[in-house]
């Protein structure tokens, strides 16, 4: 006699596997994790340690160095600079924020910006400076140093570019992996996937600088410059996403999904900078490719390729760890059996034929 029910359990089991299973709780986690770090990157930004320069009359300033070092919760890191010509070359060469400079002949400040570095910092220095004027009796007017492109209004240009390169980076190692097994069969395997790769990474990085660039007037700055970033931004993330794929099998996406849509999109700097975002966020943006790239990016199409070095060498880095796990684990032994398209399985051949 059949136990009711038996038969729907039995399809269950067929239809979901253990393995399916724990798969659909990493998406579901991944889900949450995206919420989590998206939300919680973004929902309130307050500055920290946001450095403004003081250039004011000797007498004057101890007295504004010490007012913006009492904004609360550690919002101003205050310097100062000799004069407006200094403080603005410290603004193009992204070694501050802004930097308010006093008219010791009248009542009136200006307070120089540069927006391309962020927005929402120019407005924040905007906005300490305006309380601390107003309460000695002063009024500050605002000029931007670093303004803009015309077609780059909110200052994201820069950010959703890094991101679609990143996006095509994994997509292509995933695409890879997928359709003949996560791990090569061989070095010389892996050394086709790298190269496929790289050439991708080329057209990537030259078609999205040219959409960004040309088509939509969108991103100022060298074609050649930010095509080379793209390509490197594709390649170090495509890199490394073989080599979770190579370790890790099918769960390598996912992983591969946690560092550089969940983590390293909101702490990339694109929405807020870093001394706008909280304290892990701030952290961990500059060290991952998102950011990085980020950076270069910026740095390229509004400051004249200052501080460079860093971000280069964070995708350099990551570059070659993914490349370098990559071969390690294809020397270490045979592919990992993932059940994926071309993952090695061997074909049973019916007796007799």
């Not at 120089?112 to 570095?117: E, H, V």
Request: hydrophobic share 50%.
């Amino acid at each position: 006699m059949a136990v009711p029910g038996q038969g729907f359990v039995a399809e269950l089991k067929s239809a979901v596997t253990p393995r399916a299973a724990m798969l659909v709780i990493g998406v579901l986690l991944l889900q949450l994790g995206f919420i989590t770090s998206y939300v919680g990157a973004l929902h309130h930004p307050t500055p920290h340690k946001l450095s403004i320069a003081v250039v004011a009359p000797p007498q004057v300033t101890p007295k504004l160095v010490q007012a913006l070092e009492s904004v609360p919760d550690e919002a101003v890191k205050p310097v100062t600079a000799p004069d407006a010509g200094t403080a603005t070359q410290q603004i193009k060469g992204q070694k501050i924020y802004a930097a308010l400079v006093v008219n010791p002949n009248g009542t009136e400040d200006t307070l120089l910006t540069g927006s391309a570095r962020g927005t929402s910092a120019a407005k924040a220095a905007e906005s300490i400076t305006t309380a601390l004027d107003k309460s000695q009796g002063r009024t500050v007017k605002v000029e931007d140093v670093v303004p803009l492109a015309k077609g780059d209004t909110n200052g994201l240009t820069a950010f959703y570019l890094v991101i679609g390169w990143c996006v095509g980076g994994y997509l292509v190692a995933s695409i890879l992996g997928i359709s003949a097994g996560s791990k090569p069969a061989n070095v010389h395997r892996l050394l086709i996937r790298l190269g496929v790769l790289a050439l991708y990474s080329v057209g990537a990085g030259l078609g999205g600088t040219i959409i960004a660039g040309p088509v939509l007037d969108a991103m100022p700055g060298s074609l050649l410059a930010l095509t080379a970033i793209g390509a490197l931004v594709v390649f170090t993330v495509g890199a490394f996403t073989m080599a979770l794929q190579c370790l890790f099998g099918i769960i390598g996406i996912g992983l591969a999904v946690l560092v550089f849509v969940v983590l390293g999109n909101p702490s990339a700097g694109g929405v807020y900078p870093a001394p706008m975002m909280p304290p892990f966020w701030r952290a961990i943006g500059s060290l991952i490719p998102n950011g990085a790239g980020t950076s270069a990016t910026k740095s390229i199409a509004y400051f004249g390729s200052t501080n460079l070095g860093v971000p280069l060498l964070v995708l350099v880095v990551w570059a070659v760890i993914g490349t370098g796990v990559a071969f390690l684990a294809v020397l270490r032994g045979p592919r990992v059996d993932d059940g994926e398209i071309g993952a090695g399985r061997p074909v049973e051949v019916p007796a007799g034929a």
